[in-house]
């Protein structure tokens, strides 16, 4: 549980959302949490545009790859 919640975990969820937010565009947002038992990402579409980019070109499924 240490690990899953250590500064070091939460850099490298940073680092990977951060490049999956650059494939999408600068309307997408990068968050970093702590929960419970493991920290974790996430990369979100930040505004109305963004949201129908994604709903329209599946913007964040492509940019998993």
Known sequence: RE???SQEMQDA???IATDIQGKC???Y???VQVMQTRAIASVY???E???K???QNNTLLK???
């Open 3 to 5: 690990l899953l919640q």
């Open 13 to 15: 969820l940073q680092e």
């Open 25 to 27: 565009g600068p309307d």
């Open 29 to 31: 947002a990068t968050d």
């Open 45 to 47: 579409a930040d505004n």
């Open 49 to 51: 545009s963004a949201l």
């Open 53 to 55: 980019d994604n709903s």
């Open 63 to 65: 940019a998993l790859g």
